[in-house]
């Protein structure tokens, strides 16, 4: 069964530094999405992507973030100066388009020192 | 805007007994309404959801939820616990956006327990 698949599973880095996460949707899927998870705390929408282009993003996706499908294949969470209130678990989503169901990678764990 | 609220952040049940998760909802249009399952270091999961068609959806793992519009309302329920259905459950809410498509709004997530 075709599924969403993110790298890496757990990323350290220092703050002030530039992360990418990477994201694999499914195939034949339009729409994708990032989500975040601080711990202990409910999962929130970031940004959608449709044709290229971001098609709505929440308050919490400021200059500091950007997404981009380089390829065919993967779509990237980029955050340029990583804070500490960055950690979170990152969630990335797609959608076919022809329904409503969203289907889940298994995240990535990004802790900021 | 439309917001999710999961009553009970912890529910712990016997193996065998009926489980009973709550989730409330606000939406300015008709909703649709998601159940996710998180088991531990995984991926949210697509239990069920409802979409406008029948109100007593059915899912995976022998768990189903009733959209009652009057008590605005999306309970997921299963008769009988099982050890494997331990793991952190949310509920969530599709709402339109500009372009057409939706994003989701969760609620805060309820952690099952089941106790042998």
């Known amino acids: 069964e075709p599924e969403v698949t993110q790298t890496p599973s757990h990323q350290v880095t220092q703050m002030g530094q530039e992360v990418i996460l990477r994201c694999v949707p499914i195939?034949?899927?339009?729409?994708f999405y990032w989500y975040r998870q601080i711990l202990g705390q409910k999962v929130e929408f970031l940004v959608s992507?449709?044709?290229?282009?971001?098609?709505?993003k929440s308050e919490i996706f400021d200059d500091q973030f950007s997404v981009e499908r380089p390829d065919g294949s993967n779509f990237t969470l980029k955050i340029r100066s990583t804070k500490l209130e960055d950690s979170a678990m990152y969630f990335c989503?797609?959608?076919?388009?022809?329904?409503?169901?969203?289907?889940f990678g298994p995240g990535t764990r990004l802790t900021v020192l | 805007a439309q917001s999710v609220t999961q009553l009970g952040s912890h529910v712990s049940v016997s193996e065998g007994a009926l489980v009973l998760l709550r989730c409330n909802y606000s939406?300015?249009?008709?909703?649709?309404l998601f159940w996710y399952v998180q088991y531990p270091n995984q991926g949210l999961q697509l239990l069920l959801k409802?979409?406008?068609?029948?109100?007593l959806v059915k899912g995976i793992n022998g768990f189903e939820a009733e959209f009652k519009k009057s008590e605005t309302s999306f309970h997921l329920t299963k008769p009988s616990a099982h050890m494997s259905d331990a793991a952190e459950y949310f509920c969530?809410?599709?709402?339109?956006?500009?372009?057409?498509?939706?994003?989701?709004?969760f609620g805060s997530g309820t952690r099952l327990q089941v106790q042998p």
């Open positions: 989503a797609s959608l076919q388009g022809a329904g409503d169901t969203q289907y």
């Open positions: 195939s034949n899927h339009l729409y």
């Open positions: 969530a809410v599709s709402h339109l956006m500009d372009t057409g498509r939706r994003a989701l709004t």
């Open positions: 409802y979409t406008s068609a029948a109100t």
């Open positions: 939406s300015s249009v008709p909703p649709y």
């Open positions: 992507f449709y044709n290229n282009e971001i098609s709505e």
